[in-house]
């Protein structure tokens, strides 16, 4: 099998965030995509030794925001390699709160989905939430960030714990 046809399917990077008992929690992830329209709903893979996702089951909602090229990698950095366990994320890029009450950093992001969570799938080393789409908003012009950008033009890694993790 070859492993490099994964590097063909693109994607955006994205920071997802909940909270839940005054926990406050958040990571990169490449794995948002919209799955309907009637009503608007999206889906995102997310590891379950993520603190993440911990967090986005207990609060029972999910926010997504869509990355953009303004980006640096001390802010994936911050999102993508920290861990909410014992660091407060949101601290160095600003927090405001979503209509479903998620915590989000308004920095270096290009659109909000604020998703009330409707369906968990256990697909193994991850979950796949399943958000019904409660407000969606866009908050640059900025262009997204792809994922191919990210590894062509700020040659980003590929942490472990990500969907698309090739050892
Ligand atoms: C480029 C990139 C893509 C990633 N994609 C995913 C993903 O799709 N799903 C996931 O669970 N983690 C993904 N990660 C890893 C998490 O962001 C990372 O494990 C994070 O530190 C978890 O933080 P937490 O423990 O506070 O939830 C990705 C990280 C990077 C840098």
Do not use: W
Request: glycine share 8%; hydrophobic share 40%; net charge negative.
């Amino acid at each position: 099998m070859d492993l490099t046809a994964f590097f063909t399917m693109t994607s955006g990077l994205y920071v997802i965030s909940a909270e839940a008992d005054g926990q406050k929690a958040g990571c990169v992830i490449n794995t948002a995509v919209q799955v309907t329209a009637t009503p608007p709903r999206i889906s995102v893979a997310v590891n379950k030794e993520n603190v993440t996702a911990g967090v986005i089951a207990k609060a029972g909602a999910f926010t997504v925001t869509a990355i953009d090229q303004t980006a640096d990698m001390p802010y994936i950095g911050n999102f993508g390699f920290r861990t909410s366990a014992d660091y407060d994320k949101f601290e160095k890029y600003g927090c405001e709160t979503s209509a479903v009450g998620s915590p989000y950093s308004p920095q270096h992001v290009c659109a909000l989905f604020a998703c009330n969570l409707v369906e968990t799938v256990d697909v193994g080393t991850h979950f796949l939430f399943i958000g019904d789409v409660v407000d969606a908003e866009r908050l640059s012009s900025e262009e997204p960030l792809t994922y191919g950008y990210y590894h062509a033009v700020l040659k980003g890694k590929t942490p472990p714990k990500a969907s698309s993790y090739q050892g």
